[in-house]
């Protein structure tokens, strides 16, 4: 008896020296080439074998919040002009001539950046490099190109915002959280403003934001990392570069109310509550401990939210949350869309209480664990392929100045605890710094027709 009771201390000791699965964590190290042209592009190359593909990526420093009052959506609508043909390329060909060549490509805009990338074959590296500068260096931009990209920019609109359900809750929701312009309106911009735009217009948007000093290219694939400095080098060297574009002012005054509004929404089927607490600006301690505190009270379907609103009283159909990365001042944003018959109020009280919870009291320990594994599993996953490795270079060189974040995030999210999270719980998500925003489903009147403006 005496010897299996020390058998089981032993056991128990054993238990407490083991370290938990975040502790047990290989150390992630990314090994990269970091390289500035004397015209100003930040180049990143990383040597990845796996594959017989290589991918290039390039951000410009220019999204939404670049843009001025009675000019918005100019961001966006370059993401279209880019394939609009350039001095050597004709209209449209950029993606005939990726496609046609095995390869994929695309682009995408919001607040913070434009980001441009394609994925080809490694024996296809001259041409996708020789594409890419032959628009930085003289896109083609026409007024018959303009009205052409107008013209798909706001049917884009159309489709996803205002003939999509919840669509203009979410504009409605960042015209109301924000004061400041640079985040105070839609990446899409406004229908108004886009027809607004003039030739002129576009072409200085153009010159002051698309210079190889106002971009990171990175190039990760199966290439030699000289031989591959050596080729852009030779195709974007050359480019010349721009005056420093003009620096965003994103600072926000301290909101000291709650702010509330409500849309009738015709497309709706169900009520939508947004709750949104704004102040978390990316790579900083709060930004991971938030991360960390999303993931425990609205990540998946363990969370505390999940758990209670949709498996305990069944009040909703779905939640989430997620902390929106900005450079400048962000957002913590809570969603949920209610079940058929439900309460907005009854919702709201349910989340309110799990937020105080959350105030009052740390997280357990398992609680903890898991929401930083699952930081950390989403961090792993974005660089699983060479295009992911090389969108997040290009990110964290324009956003921080700092590609050695893409190795630096994995300590960030481990050194979270429990302390930290109580206090952003505190700190952020409080009334006063809350912006609720609900969409109740409105009877669309007989005949009526989507929006066309």
């Known amino acids: 008896m005496k010897r299996a009771k020390t058998f089981l201390m032993l056991y128990l000791a054993c238990l407490l020296v083991v370290p938990t699965a975040a502790q047990q964590a290989r150390k992630i190290k990314l090994d990269f080439k970091d390289v500035k042209l004397k015209n100003g592009l930040r180049v990143l190359i990383v040597e990845d074998h796996t594959a017989p593909v290589v991918s290039v990526a390039i951000t410009y420093d220019v999204g939404s919040r670049n843009e001025r009052q009675g000019r918005t959506g100019f961001a966006h609508l370059f993401e279209h002009m880019m394939f609009t043909g350039s001095e050597n390329v004709g209209k449209n060909e950029y993606s005939l001539l990726i496609d046609t060549n095995g390869g994929g490509n695309n682009a995408t805009t919001n607040e913070d950046r434009t980001l441009y990338f394609a994925v080809v074959p490694s024996n296809q590296l001259d041409m996708v490099l ?11 931009v026409t007024q018959d190109n303009l009205d052409g990209q107008r013209n ?6 159309r489709l996803r915002l205002d003939n999509q359900p919840y669509g203009k809750t979410s504009e409605k929701f960042q015209e109301t959280m924000y004061d400041n312009f640079a985040y105070k309106h839609s990446v899409i911009g406004s229908m108004d403003d886009l027809n607004a735009a003039s030739l002129q217009d576009v072409k200085d948007f153009f010159r002051i934001y698309y210079a190889p000093n106002n971009a990171a290219l990175a190039l990760v694939g199966d290439v030699k990392a000289g031989v591959a400095l050596a080729r852009i080098k030779n195709y974007f060297e050359a480019i010349p570069s721009q005056p420093a574009a003009p620096k965003v002012d994103t600072a926000e005054p301290e909101q000291t109310a709650e702010r509330r509004f409500t849309v ?16 978390i600006v990316s790579n900083t301690p709060d930004f991971f401990a938030m991360q960390v505190l999303s993931q425990a009270l609205a990540g998946g379907q363990s969370s505390r939210l999940f758990q209670k609103l949709v498996k305990e009283k069944e009040l909703v ?16 944003q809570i969603t949920a869309t209610l079940a058929p018959g439900k309460k907005i109020e009854d919702v709201e009280a349910v989340i309110n209480e799990e937020i105080a919870r959350l105030q009052r009291e740390p997280i357990a320990d398992w609680e903890l664990d898991k929401a930083k594994n699952t930081s950390r599993r989403g961090s792993i996953q974005a660089l699983q392929s060479s295009l992911g490795t090389a969108i997040r270079l290009t990110q964290f060189a324009v956003f921080h100045n700092d590609p050695g974040l893409i190795n630096a995030q994995f300590e960030k999210i481990a050194a979270v605890t429990k302390q930290d999270v109580q206090r952003v719980a505190n700190k952020y998500l409080k009334a006063t710094n809350r ?6 489903p ?12």
Do not use: C, W
């Open 264 to 279: 009738d929404d015709p497309l709706a089927r169900l009520p939508q509550i947004i709750m949104g607490y704004k102040g």
């Open 152 to 157: 798909a920019v706001q049917e884009e609109r």
């Open 442 to 453: 409105q009877a669309k009147a007989p005949g009526s027709a989507p929006a066309t403006k």
């Open 130 to 140: 020789f594409l890419e500068a032959d628009r930085m260096r003289n896109l083609d």
């Open 435 to 440: 912006t609720v925003g609900i969409t109740m």
């Open 317 to 332: 159909t779905g939640v989430g949350g997620f902390t929106n990365e900005l450079r400048g001042v962000g957002f913590y």
